[in-house]
């Protein structure tokens, strides 16, 4: 302490006003302090996003909107969910004004699903509220998105992406059964919510 009291930074100074020495010094720790905050931050985007294998959701696929109906993927007879032989399932929707196709599809629980989507007019929203889907769907593309539910429920989807004046009435939702029940259900029980 008695060090303190003869340094040259505790001489001669008037109160309240810190020697330079002094402001250089706190200066640079706060510097470090912020180098190392950023180092840390990149570091856990860099890490994350190669462990995770985190991307935007952006898959590059394009499709041509004005003839979706006439067959192929989106024809209305393949939408909604279908089984895959590796146990997975894949839904197929279409977003339009204002509403999606088909308003309802209904999942196995802890199952891989994959969603994917297009549009036949405007860009909409997909977004199922605490799940990782969110992606927007745009026309001459197709959104295409993992995800495994975990809970049964009826996930209720708002279209989140304005799109013309019916935007806030534009609901679909994802019904997830239990596993067993899933097999029992018939391509048309698959594809809507209605009570059977
Ligand atoms: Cu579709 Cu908003």
């Not at 279409?94 to 297009?118: H, L, M, N």
């Not at 605490?130 to 769907?137: L, P, R």
């Not at 295409?144 to 939702?173: D, K, L």
């Not at 239990?178 to 029980?189: N, T």
Request: net charge negative.
């Amino acid at each position: 302490m008695a060090d303190n009291i003869t340094s040259p930074l505790w001489q001669s100074v008037p109160d309240g006003i810190v020697p330079e020495e002094e402001v250089t010094r706190t200066e640079n720790r706060w510097l470090a302090v912020v180098l190392a905050m950023l180092a840390v931050m990149v570091a856990i985007i860099v890490v994350t996003g190669i462990t995770h294998g985190l991307h935007p959701p952006s898959n590059v696929e394009t499709i041509d909107p004005t003839t979706l109906h006439l067959g192929g993927e989106f024809a209305e007879s393949n939408l909604g969910t279908a089984a895959e032989p590796d146990g997975s399932v894949t839904v197929r929707m279409i977003g339009e004004q204002y509403s999606f196709v088909p308003q309802c599809a209904q999942v196995p629980v802890d199952t891989p699903v994959k969603f994917r989507i297009t549009s036949t007019d405007v860009i909409h929203g997909f977004l199922l509220p605490a799940t990782n889907v969110n992606t927007m769907v745009v026309p001459g593309f197709v959104a295409e998105v993992r995800t495994t539910f975990s809970r049964p429920g009826i996930y209720q989807m708002p279209c989140n992406e304005f799109c013309g004046y019916g935007h806030h009435g534009m609901w679909g939702a994802v019904k997830v059964v239990p596993r067993e029940q899933f097999p029992r259900l018939g391509p048309i029980e698959r594809t809507s919510c209605a009570k059977q």
